[in-house]
């Protein structure tokens, strides 16, 4: 079964907007969230990653939030650009493996 | 430094028939994953390897099978084709594995008639 559920599965958003993407897990095992990028035709690219310990983490334009007790993480992509455009996936570690979500495809129109 | 770099890119195979896919890491990193991609199910973690020993399983068949070698590459093998195999294979190489994140090569499109 699906350890990691993440929605929506497609996003539209205008250039400047924050889309928003969330996840939500069961097992309080996982010690590590990456949230990784996929371009067609490319492998996911990791984009920033997260530990339970922490409630929030920025890198220039993404943003991490993890609710440890609700047990849900998001991704907020702030100022988002048409180059954004890409298939986002959440993923939580358990033990040397990442299990992952199902992927949001998100379009940012100019 | 060069990414993980997968090959063949593509591949066409009769069900039934066995095939092997290559891997080769980023230098220095010691841990190798395997993931089959399919618009289905997603992104499923295969096995993972580190210094030709395999630590972690996940749950595929075995006719799905892999293997490292001292130089830190892999292959993994998948024997009786499926057309359900058919997917996206991606590795995925770290330095060694938990601590250090994951780099995703393009993969492997196999296709299956």
């Known amino acids: 079964q699906q350890q990691v559920k993440q929605s929506p599965q497609s996003l539209i958003v205008q250039k400047g907007g924050i889309p928003i993407i969330n996840c939500a897990y069961e097992?309080?095992?996982?010690?590590?969230f990456p949230w990784y990028q996929q371009f067609p035709g490319k492998g996911p690219a990791l984009l920033i990653a997260i530990r339970p310990d922490v409630s929030e983490k920025k890198e220039g334009r993404f943003t991490i939030s993890f609710n440890k007790s609700a047990k849900q993480f998001s991704l907020h992509i702030m100022d988002s650009q048409p180059g954004d455009s890409a298939t986002y996936f959440c993923a939580a570690r358990s033990g040397y493996a990442l299990n992952f979500g199902k992927g949001t495809s998100l379009l940012v129109t100019p | 430094k060069a990414g993980v770099t997968q090959t063949p890119r593509y591949l066409i195979k009769t069900r039934g028939q066995q095939v092997t896919l290559s891997c080769s890491p980023i230098s220095g990193h010691r841990s190798v994953s395997w993931y089959q991609q399919t618009p289905g199910q997603g992104l499923q973690f295969l096995f993972e390897y580190f210094s030709e020993t395999q630590r972690n399983k996940g749950n595929f068949p075995g006719r799905f099978s892999g293997r490292q070698f001292s130089n830190s590459r892999s292959e993994m093998n998948v024997s009786t084709l499926e057309l359900g195999d058919s997917a996206l294979y991606l590795c995925a190489s770290s330095l060694e594995g938990y601590n250090s994140p994951l780099h995703f090569g393009n993969g492997t499109r196999l296709t299956v008639t």
């Open positions: 097992n309080t095992a996982f010690d590590y």
